[in-house]
């Protein structure tokens, strides 16, 4: 094959600038092993990102792979038009992981298409048409989902779909209301009551919100604000809308659902990502009733529910049961979040360690007081991480938040390795 510089070179000419790559140098992956990544010169890596929070049971797994090689000789397309046993079973052991009503799924191919959906669901049920988004949210790259997403740099100067306002995000680092404020998670959502108030007619279509803003930097929600903020655009007549693309399937440790951290239910829960462990598929799930608003027109999407996504999301599944997965991050999740508080004992350029489970955030600083968030150098540690085998990512508004996201399948002496290169790394910038 081509070598790293023919990739780059063939990436200059023929692939949109647009599509950017990680490191300043960057690497070539040709190959993965569970939570293991290879280069074209057989150096291992531990992934800490997993793909982007996707491959959650790890990569290349032997029963995922079967699952799909089966499927794929079996019959790989058809669309939904005629009847194949793949995507009724996949819907009925989906339904199984969902609390309450939240049985009815419409499978689509990625997490932007999911959130279309669903707000379009929650228009078509309400009849209502804002949306409340949150400030900091990361929903997708659709005209649609751009418009949920609340950061600069992810929005170009053109009309956004309308009727989207943005609430005030819960931040107890850098918000109004801190960790210790114990109403922190009710002070905040009362700003979705004023976002309503001040920007919309009093009534609106749907509140959408992750459970832990991934893009955005691990913005982990105080205690009770999706209870609360569910309360708020429930009054309004809103619908709750879950994206679980990154916090879902296990990810959080104690629950397999993002929002049941929460304690709270939402009406459509969105999933993409760690669903597939790498292949196209994202879901919509919401209840028999507001599926129902769809049923009057006719939506489809050509590779929604694909035989061979499907047998992987069914793999997927049964691979989190089987060998623990949930548990698994709440062990490794812990064990980490605890090395990661000891380094900030001992550097003080961490500001902040928090996540859940193996959906972890470390915010760098220039100094604990201020706040000045450390950029270059949240950059400069990435990139010596990437030079000592770790690969991890990276976000937040200022880009100074280190993103610890890694299959779901990482062991302990995985996560000493991550510890220690991030104390070395740490400790010579
Ligand atoms: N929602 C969340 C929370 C995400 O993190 C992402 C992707 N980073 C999306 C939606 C969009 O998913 P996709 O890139 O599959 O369209």
């Known amino acids: 094959g081509p070598s790293p510089e023919e990739i780059l070179l063939l990436r200059k000419q023929y692939v949109n600038p647009a599509i950017f790559h990680y490191y300043k140098k960057p690497i070539t992956i040709v190959e993965g092993k569970g939570q293991y990544l290879f280069d074209e010169t057989g150096r291992r890596y531990l992934d800490g990102f997993g793909g982007i929070v996707t491959v959650s049971v790890g990569h290349c797994h032997p029963e995922v792979l079967a699952a799909t090689q089966l499927q ?3 019959i790989q397309h058809t669309t939904t038009i005629y009847l194949n046993p793949q995507i009724a079973l996949y819907a009925k052991e989906l339904a199984a992981k969902m609390p309450g009503d939240l049985k009815v799924c419409y499978f689509v191919n990625s997490g932007s298409e999911a959130n279309d959906l669903a707000i379009l669901m929650a228009r ?33 100067n053109v009309p956004h779909s ?22 922190a998670g009710k002070k905040y959502a009362a700003d ?10 009093g009534k609106i279509a749907a509140f959408i919100a992750e459970s832990i803003q991934g893009v955005g930097g691990t913005v982990v929600f105080p205690d009770g604000y999706l209870k609360h903020a569910y309360e708020q655009a429930r009054s309004f007549g809103g619908l709750c809308i879950a994206d679980e693309v990154q916090a879902g399937f296990g990810r959080t440790g104690t629950h397999f659902w993002g929002f049941e951290t929460q ?11 760690g669903i597939g462990n790498g292949c196209p598929l994202a879901a919509v799930v919401t209840t028999p009733e507001i599926a129902q608003a769809l049923a009057t027109r006719i939506h489809f999407n050509t590779f929604g529910g694909n ?41 003080t350029i961490i500001g902040d ?19 000045a968030p450390a950029s270059a150098e949240c950059a400069e540690v990435f990139e010596r991480c990437k030079e000592l085998g770790l690969l991890i990512g990276k976000g937040g508004l200022y880009g100074n938040t280190l993103r610890i996201k890694p299959p779901m399948c990482i062991h302990r002496a995985d996560a000493d390795f991550m510890l220690a290169v991030l104390d070395e790394v740490f400790s010579s910038i």
């Open 124 to 156: 078509a049920y309400t009849q209502n048409y804002d949306v409340i988004a949150l400030r900091n949210a990361y929903h997708g790259g659709s005209p649609s989902a751009m418009a949920l997403t609340s950061h600069h740099t992810w929005k170009f």
């Open 307 to 347: 035989p061979v996504s499907m047998a992987q999301g069914r793999a997927v599944l049964r691979v989190i049961e089987q060998e623990h997965l949930q548990q698994n991050s709440l062990e490794i999740g812990s064990y980490l979040t605890s090395g990661l508080h000891k380094l900030s004992q001992k550097h």
């Open 263 to 273: 304690d709270a239910i939402p009406d459509i829960v969105t999933m993409a990502k």
């Open 162 to 183: 309308h009727g989207v306002h943005h609430a005030m995000m819960p931040d107890t680092y850098r918000g109004l209301y801190g960790s210790a404020d114990p109403d």
């Open 353 to 371: 360690v928090r996540g859940k489970g193996l959906m972890l955030g470390v915010e760098l600083v220039k100094d604990r007081d201020s706040k």
């Open 192 to 201: 979705i009551g004023e976002t309503v108030r001040f920007a919309t007619s």
């Open 72 to 74: 794929n000789e079996t």
